[in-house]
């Protein structure tokens, strides 16, 4: 039963691989598509296909540390960090609420949406350059700050009610919102814009340092969409079989996603338990 399921998920993943593949090809020889944006979505979809497809290979894990660099290095100090995720999020918002000009935010959430159910959330383990950030400047520490199973639920429903208050008030502003405040910004361009980023940044570098992605257990929208995903029956997770509690594996998740015998929605794709050599962890 889950080897046919699984066989099933590897067809459904070769065949968005090859539809993304043709599309970034037709899009880089077209004239009317053109466009930086587009492009650099279509590759990054790519990436995320590739990634997703060789998830479970050891080769790929010894690359993500590079990926995240990259990503960090271009999408935030190159390019200026923007747009970044949490645009395309409010860009999201507002063409759901009826602002047809932002459909490039609206298309890229929903093929992260979409690749997120076929691989699983590899965006956020692998891509994000936000996420990126906070994993660089993370250390770790004995205290393991908010990583027991009771801490993540309620981190969760913070989230969720995040999640709620910044749709809402998107809808009523009919404007981006995010962009003043956002301390990401104001870090690669090493810059504060206003007082809000006095109070953001320090409190962002200084809980990043003792907690593990505190942003994205937090605050992130999009976070929470792909952990939301996760409860979805056909979406890609990890899973644990046949787990003989050895308990190699937990060491190694920052998150402290991995509770006994099963992953907890913070899982991000990022693969790092693959490390322990552990045959239980599994796609599913
Ligand atoms: S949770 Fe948000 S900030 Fe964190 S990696 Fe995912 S999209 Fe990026
Ligand atoms: S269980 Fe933890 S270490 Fe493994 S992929 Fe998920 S977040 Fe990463």
Known sequence: MLDTRNNYHQIIKWIATVAITTLTVTVC???TYHTQS????????????VIGLSFNTKTIQHFRPIILFCSLIYFGFIVGGCPCILFYFQGFILFVAGNTAFWIPFVTIISILILSVIFGPVWCGWLCW?????????????WKILSSK???KILFYIQT???VVLGLW???AQRPIICTYDPFISIVRLKI???VGYITVPLLLLSSLFIYRPFCRIICPIG????VLKYLPFTTKLKISRCTDCKKCHAHCHFNAIQKDKIFHTCNFCGECKKANCNSIIIQ
């Open 130 to 142: 936000l996420g990126a950030l906070q994993e660089f400047i993370f250390k770790q520490n004995k």
């Open 38 to 49: 587009i492009i650099g979505l279509c590759m990054t979809l790519l990436l995320l296909c």
């Open 150 to 152: 009771k801490s993540q």
């Open 161 to 163: 009610l995040t999640f």
């Open 193 to 195: 814009f206003n007082w």
């Open 29 to 31: 020889f077209s004239q």
């Open 224 to 227: 929470w969409l792909l952990f």
């Open 170 to 172: 998107l809808m009523i």
